[in-house]
């Protein structure tokens, strides 16, 4: 198949992460949007590693998965401690680190 | 030629190890101790003086002028600046008198002062005063002269004011020393102007190029020199930069009678003698010396006739005579200017010691009008006032009579409009003589005041409350304001020893310089002067007859006058003054000078300083300078800091937004 298919479902999803996170309220939602742009990415690097037949693509899709699981462990662990000090789960009321 | 040079190095800095050594030592010394190592390091001064005079009279007379070299301070491209010395006879000269005399007035403070509770600081300070004379009568260049010229300055501003705590004498020392940097800017500009031609700072040099660096009338020496006079003018309290010379009458008496009378207000002099080749290569500035010092005698004389304070009188009798001496070495008599420098630092040096045992017979009183009597209360301080007062008044055979004498002679051998001067001359030794005995007869002759009479008991007058003379303002006797005792010369051994010598002096010193019979100082001085043009010059007989005859009448006549009035008809002196009352105002305020001065100098910057203060400052540096630019960044941040919201999905868009647009430029440029 035409790699330009594959790129086009890879910049779909990233487009719609991309405006989850502008658009959504929730932290937990941001973070879930921001897993949907990096697999948006991952797809893109399988198929151009797909259509080169080089395995490096591979791999970095594999280094891209842990790099986001771990920011992941630590974007919930911030949520857990707005939780715990009862703020409000809510990007737009956290605005006080401003200018 | 090095014996010589060591002589000067050690009489320079004999003082300077005194004033150090008072300082670090002060504390622990007790009693009169300060008072004997202050002398004492003027002694060692003196004396090697003395040795420097036999040193300079064992060379031959073309090798008598020495330069002593310490160190360089800068061989820069063009300026020539070292501290040098020049020993020659003028130095020499200077150096005798300022060293004789300031030994002379150390051992009478030793007694005067010796209640005051900053005994220790008076002769620390009077040391660093001797070493800064001495450092300008020694002077080599232009520079040491100009340092030397700056620390007698200060040393003045500091003995001036020494009674700190007293608000007329710090007040007075702000006021003479102000004027005196005056005189320093003149000094070091005319310096400047100088050195623009000659291109060196030294002396000698600067003698030896003269001639062909300002070739015919030369405006700009003219500009330079006139320059150097407004700086002595200032020193040397002429007319018109004289105001603080009265004033300074605010210090103890010693110190008026070293600085305002011997030595300091001599400077003037000595710089004119000093640059005499300068000088006779423009005629103009010379004469401009010679028309001013003739105007402060005589305006100085009248004042005298009128004030009522004892040592303001002797003040402005010391402006007058410097008149005479200014005007002596502008008209060309240098020897003359100088031998009347001598002995006019011996009688008012006189003069105002025993000033300072009669207002210390009156517990600090100075106004003529509260004194009285005091002859047979004071036998030895009256003897030496009245041989000061004679040899003023150029009696003859006292040495003031000799050394006016000779200045007169040359001034009318001068001719021309000089004659004006001439005149002008003898008018004012009348006046010397009616104001000297004035103060003498107000004094000491008359109906003994309650303090006389106390002190023919054996009683010194002992004041309960002290206070200030001038203002009546109340005082303690402790650190910043006299000491509660006070000292008469009867009964203290080191006032009478100093007064006696200076006595001594005041009636024999003038018997150097006797004309036809002796040459001492013509002679002595001939060396340095043997370039000048007007040195050798020999008045005709009748002149000189004339001379004498007039100068006679002249003191004698002022003394008969001051007899009359205030000793035989004590009421006239009440009714001239009410039928002159316009002129007696006008002499009593000292001519309006300090008023004028007032109106011209001091309102306007005044004035000028409160616009500063109030518009200048407030509005432009405050409100545009400093306000502007703080606005400006206060405005351009708060503008910046409007990005900083805080708001995460605002951030996050700015993030798309860029990303977008770097994949479009990316597109685009391919």
């Not at chain 1, 991952?42 to 771990?70: E, K, S, T």
């Not at chain 2, 700009?220 to 007319?239: C, E, N, P, R, Y």
Request: charged share 15%.
């Amino acid at each position: 198949m035409d790699i330009g298919w594959y790129l086009t479902v890879s910049a779909l999803i990233f487009a719609i992460g991309a405006a989850g996170v502008l658009t959504r309220r929730s932290p937990l939602v941001i973070l879930l949007c921001i897993e949907l742009m990096l697999n948006a990415a991952n797809l893109a690097l399988i198929a151009f590693a797909r259509m080169h037949g080089d395995p490096d693509g591979q791999i970095f899709a594999i280094i891209v998965m842990v790099v986001a699981a771990c920011e992941v462990t630590i974007g919930l662990g911030i949520i857990v401690a707005m939780h715990r000090r009862r703020l409000p789960i809510n990007v737009d009321e956290l605005r006080e680190l401003q200018g | 030629m090095t014996s010589l040079k060591l002589f000067a190095w050690v009489t320079l800095l004999a003082p300077l190890a005194g004033t150090i050594a008072l300082g670090l030592l002060g504390r622990r010394l007790t009693g009169r101790a300060p008072g004997y190592l202050g002398t004492a390091a003027l002694a060692v001064s003196f004396a090697s003086a003395i040795a420097a005079l036999f040193a300079l009279q064992d060379l031959a007379e073309d090798e008598r002028q020495v330069v002593a070299v310490a160190w360089d301070y800068a061989s820069t491209v063009g300026v020539d600046a070292q501290l040098s010395l020049l020993v020659d006879p003028l130095s020499v000269f200077m150096m005798l008198i300022v060293a004789g005399v300031s030994m002379l007035i150390h051992l009478y403070s030793i007694s005067y002062m010796a209640s005051d509770r900053g005994y220790t600081r008076f002769f620390a300070y009077l040391n660093f005063f001797v070493f800064s004379m001495l450092l300008l009568v020694l002077a080599g260049n232009f520079l040491v002269l100009i340092i030397g010229w700056a620390f007698v300055g200060a040393a003045s501003y500091l003995l001036i004011s020494f009674w700190y705590r007293r608000a007329t004498a710090t007040r007075a020392g702000i006021k003479a020393f102000v004027i005196n940097v005056l005189g320093d800017v003149g000094l070091v500009l005319g310096t400047f102007f100088i050195f623009r031609h000659t291109g060196t700072l030294d002396f000698l040099g600067t003698f030896e190029r003269a001639g062909e660096a300002f070739a015919g009338n030369s405006a700009d020496l003219t500009a330079g020199l006139i320059l150097v006079l407004v700086g002595a003018f200032a020193k040397s309290a002429q007319i018109p930069l004289h105001t603080w010379l009265p004033d300074a009458m605010e210090g103890p008496t010693p110190v008026s009678a070293l600085i305002h009378a011997a030595t300091m207000v001599t400077a003037g002099v000595y710089l004119i003698a000093r640059m005499h080749p300068l000088f006779e290569l423009a005629p103009t500035a010379a004469d401009v010396g010679a028309v001013i010092g003739c105007l402060t005698l005589l305006v100085a004389g009248t004042i005298a006739i009128a004030v009522t304070d004892l040592k303001r009188v002797i003040a402005y009798s010391t402006m007058s005579q410097i008149g005479y001496m200014i005007m002596g070495v502008s008209a060309g008599a240098y020897a003359a200017g100088l031998f009347h420098l001598m002995t006019h630092a011996f009688f008012k040096a006189l003069l105002f010691m025993a000033a300072g045992s009669v207002i210390a017979a009156m517990a600090g009183q100075q106004n003529l009008d509260r004194m009285g009597g005091f002859r047979r209360a004071m036998p030895f301080t009256f003897g030496c006032m009245l041989i000061g007062g004679l040899a003023l008044a150029a009696v003859p055979p006292f040495s003031g009579f000799f050394s006016k004498d000779e200045i007169m002679l040359l001034v009318g051998d001068r001719g021309g409009w000089y004659w004006i001067l001439y005149v002008a001359g003898y008018v004012g030794a009348l006046l010397t003589g009616v104001y000297a005995f004035r103060m003498i007869f107000r004094a000491f002759l008359g109906e003994p005041v309650a303090e006389a009479r106390e002190l023919e008991q054996g009683h010194l007058h002992h004041a309960e409350v002290h206070t200030n003379p001038a203002t009546g303002e109340e005082e303690d006797s402790d650190v910043g304001f006299p000491g509660a005792e006070h000292h008469i010369a009867e009964r203290e051994p080191t006032m009478k020893i100093a007064m006696g010598v200076l006595a001594l002096l005041a009636i024999f010193g003038g018997l150097v310089q006797v004309p036809h019979v002796t040459h001492v100082v013509d002679g002595f001085l001939e060396p340095t002067f043997h370039d000048s043009a007007l040195y050798e010059r020999h008045p005709s007989d009748s002149l000189i007859s004339l001379g004498v005859v007039l100068g006679t009448v002249a003191g004698v006549l002022g003394i008969a006058i001051a007899y009359l009035v205030w000793v035989r008809n004590p009421g006239l002196s009440g009714r001239v003054r009410e039928r002159l009352a316009a002129l007696h105002k006008l002499f009593v305020n000292k001519w309006f000078f300090d008023e004028l001065i007032d109106a011209l100098v001091v309102r306007p910057s005044r004035w000028f300083g409160s616009f500063a203060q109030q518009t200048f400052e407030r509005v432009v540096v405050n409100g545009v300078l400093v306000g502007g630019t703080t606005g400006v960044v206060k405005a351009g941040s708060s503008a910046v800091r409007a990005a900083q919201t805080g708001f995460l999905r605002y951030y996050a868009a700015l993030v798309v937004v860029g990303m977008v647009l770097m994949a479009f430029y990316f597109l685009v440029s391919t």
